[in-house]
């Protein structure tokens, strides 16, 4: 782990954050990687032929500094520089209308004390489920805060002492618009070591037509993440 000076954190609020897009900054750095993927959608021990590894530096919460971590990201993904945090997306992402990406960020989740860490991480693990169902938080409008989805749970494992897993395929009601309300799968893996006050959390999405081709890949990437 390389702790560099201070630099500025995330926002508050961390339920949220954790499904969308942070604010922070990050570079990467490619590592040579064999060249014959592997076909999507085989094992994950198969799908990690299919990645390629980088470097990546992503933004503590403050006064921390950063952090420079291990990723691994589907092979030709490239860094989406729109994105304040690190953020890969396919060279195709433009062909879709909901394009595939994988993130890294860092948080501490509420209190960044090093013991009230692991808490927090569970308490977001919980939670991510239910946010994931409610796609309209308090818009004012009971019909939308209503609208449900349907959370179909593919993986959900904790590993040792610091690693969480969740993948899961999301859909809506039939009467919904599938523009407003996209059909996707998720995957978000939690990292935490002991004495760290915060956690790395590597989140990845892609459109459900994708599920065959791209579970499998962004849960092998998402659980690459070392630091």
Excluded at 83 to 97: E, S
Excluded at 141 to 160: I, S
Excluded at 181 to 187: A, G, N, S, W
């Amino acid at each position: 782990m390389k702790i560099i000076a201070a630099w500025p954190g995330f926002i508050a609020g961390f339920l949220m954050m954790c499904l969308l897009s942070g604010i922070g900054c990050a570079r990467e750095k490619e590592v040579p990687a064999p060249a014959s993927p592997a076909r999507l959608g085989e094992s994950e021990s198969q799908s990690e032929e299919a990645l390629n590894s980088v470097a990546v530096e992503i933004a503590l919460p403050q006064p921390q500094g950063t952090l420079s971590i291990q990723a691994k990201i589907p092979r030709g993904w490239e860094r989406n520089p729109e994105f304040g945090t690190a953020v890969f997306q396919p060279p195709d992402k433009d062909d879709f209308f909901y394009p595939p990406l994988i993130q890294y960020r860092a948080s501490c989740g509420g209190a960044c004390d090093p013991s009230a860490v692991p808490a927090n991480i569970e308490a977001a693990f919980r939670s991510l489920k239910d946010i994931l169902a409610r796609p309209n938080i308090n818009t004012g409008d009971p019909a939308l805060d209503a609208v449900r989805a349907t959370v179909d749970v593919l993986r959900e494992e904790k590993v040792g002492d610091g690693t969480w897993i969740l993948a899961a395929a999301v859909t809506y009601p039939e009467n919904l618009s599938s523009a407003l309300y996209v059909p996707k799968i998720v995957v978000h893996v939690f990292r935490h070591r002991p004495g760290d006050g915060f956690f790395v959390q590597t989140s990845a999405h892609a459109p459900l037509d994708q599920k065959g081709k791209l579970l499998d890949v962004l849960i092998a990437a998402c659980r690459s993440t070392e630091y």
